[in-house]
């Protein structure tokens, strides 16, 4: 080996590792930062704006009260009419004009124990205690902050699940608009990566914020098997919404993991390029998942027009780029 070979090997290794952090800091200022921002002002709009809180929008009652045994209570929603509490607290109708408020017995729902058993006042009827009526007051009041709780994160939890919809929808559109602008088609591009390590990232914060829902049964493992029979799966639409949902975020954590120059080095193209194409499987699930919930039932939610532009855009774009794609493939015979 010469003795310039030596100085030109070593350069050529300086200049890797300052080569890396320079298409890093680009993909950070041109990829991860727009993301970011759109995806933080797309959950700061659903979370501040009426019209798109999901709790306004409940699912089907048969899919969580009957098929999921109670598993996701009705009473974690909020009535329609704030005037009407007799399904939301399971207690008495709305007061009718002309009629009196009955002051003794149980009033039902979570307003704490009803009274008596305890002694009787002048009129005979029973008394609650002090300790009594202030333990039934810190029941309600628990109960109270509890479900504001549950529909926080159900809200939380549906925001974060239809950005991440929207980026999974993104990822499958770039391809055919390179291919429609008759720009390059790499086997793999840093912005497709990039828009699927975010839409990894808002998939894990909506399942966190899934669990979170309070659940009937206090367990997680309700939201897939059967509340009094761990062995036996749930086969309803809860439960095969949520097995749906389990199977798209194991593929998008997978995908998440390959999608490195190393992971591409060490696969070689073609294995790669096959693993990724699982990427339409997980459309695929994310769709049934939705579905599954209720969102088809949902006629008056934004979250279904939402989930319904997203699904014609990929459907058109991928049909349109696959007829792009034969047409510039196709083999021009050659004149001998």
Same mark, same amino acid.
């Given at each position: 080996?010469?003795?310039?070979?030596?100085?030109?090997?070593?350069?050529?290794?300086?200049?890797?590792?300052?080569?890396?952090?320079?298409?890093?800091?680009?993909?950070?200022?041109?990829?991860?930062?727009? *993301?970011?921002?759109?995806?933080?002002?797309?959950?700061?709009?659903?979370?501040?704006?009426?019209?798109?809180?999901?709790?306004?929008?409940?699912?089907?009652?048969?899919?969580?009260?009957?098929?999921?045994?109670?598993?996701?209570?009705?009473?974690?929603?909020?009535?329609?009419?704030?005037?009407?509490?007799?399904?939301?607290?399971?207690?008495?109708?709305?007061?009718?004009?002309?009629?009196?408020?009955?002051?003794?017995?149980?009033?039902?729902?979570?307003?704490?124990?009803?009274? #008596?058993?305890?002694?009787?006042?002048?009129?005979?009827?029973?008394?609650?205690?002090?300790?009594?009526?202030?333990?039934?007051?810190?029941?309600?009041?628990?109960?109270?902050?509890?479900?504001?709780?549950?529909?926080?994160?159900?809200?939380?939890?549906?925001?974060?699940?239809?950005?991440?919809?929207?980026?999974?929808? *993104?990822? *499958?559109?770039?391809?055919?608009?390179?291919?429609?602008?008759?720009?390059?088609?790499?086997?793999?591009?840093?912005?497709?990566?990039?828009?699927?390590?975010?839409?990894?990232?808002?998939?894990?914060?909506?399942?966190?914020?899934?669990?979170?829902?309070?659940?009937?049964?206090?367990?997680?493992?309700?939201?897939?098997?059967?509340?009094?029979?761990?062995?036996?799966?749930?086969?309803? &639409?809860? #439960?095969?919404?949520?097995?749906?949902?389990?199977?798209?975020?194991?593929?998008?954590?997978?995908?998440?993991?390959?999608?490195?120059?190393?992971?591409?080095?060490?696969?070689?193209?073609?294995?790669?390029?096959?693993?990724?194409?699982?990427?339409?499987?997980?459309?695929?699930?994310?769709?049934?998942?939705?579905?599954?919930?209720?969102?088809?039932?949902?006629?008056?939610?934004?979250?279904?027009?939402? *989930? &319904?532009?997203?699904?014609?855009?990929?459907?058109?774009?991928?049909?349109?780029?696959?007829?792009?794609?034969?047409?510039?493939?196709?083999?021009?015979?050659?004149?001998?």
């Amino acid at each position: 080996m010469s003795d310039t070979a030596a100085p030109t090997i070593a350069s050529r290794a300086a200049e890797e590792p300052k080569s890396a952090r320079n298409t890093l800091r680009r993909r950070l200022v041109r990829h991860y930062l727009p *993301l970011a921002l759109a995806s933080t002002a797309a959950l700061v709009l659903f979370m501040n704006v009426s019209f798109f809180d999901a709790n306004r929008y409940p699912p089907p009652a048969e899919i969580f009260t009957e098929g999921a045994k109670g598993a996701l209570p009705s009473g974690d929603y909020p009535p329609a009419n704030p005037t009407d509490r007799s399904q939301h607290d399971g207690g008495m109708p709305p007061q009718q004009p002309g009629e009196t408020t009955p002051t003794t017995g149980a009033t039902g729902g979570h307003t704490g124990p009803p009274a #008596g058993g305890h002694g009787r006042g002048q009129s005979g009827a029973p008394t609650t205690p002090p300790d009594a009526s202030q333990a039934g007051a810190a029941l309600e009041q628990s109960h109270a902050g509890n479900q504001e709780s549950v529909l926080r994160m159900r809200r939380y939890s549906t925001a974060s699940g239809y950005v991440a919809t929207v980026l999974l929808g *993104l990822t *499958l559109l770039i391809g055919p608009a390179n291919l429609l602008l008759r720009r390059k088609t790499p086997i793999s591009s840093y912005l497709r990566r990039d828009v699927g390590i975010c839409t990894a990232t808002t998939s894990v914060i909506h399942v966190v914020f899934g669990f979170l829902v309070k659940h009937g049964d206090g367990e997680l493992l309700g939201y897939f098997f059967q509340p009094g029979d761990r062995s036996r799966i749930l086969t309803n &639409g809860f #439960g095969l919404a949520n097995w749906a949902g389990l199977a798209a975020v194991l593929i998008v954590a997978g995908l998440a993991v390959i999608s490195s120059d190393v992971a591409l080095r060490k696969l070689k193209a073609r294995r790669w390029k096959q693993l990724q194409r699982f990427n339409y499987v997980l459309f695929a699930l994310v769709v049934l998942h939705a579905v599954l919930y209720g969102a088809l039932w949902r006629t008056t939610s934004p979250y279904t027009v939402l *989930l &319904g532009i997203a699904l014609a855009a990929v459907v058109a774009g991928q049909a349109v780029g696959a007829r792009l794609w034969h047409r510039r493939n196709q083999r021009i015979p050659t004149r001998a």
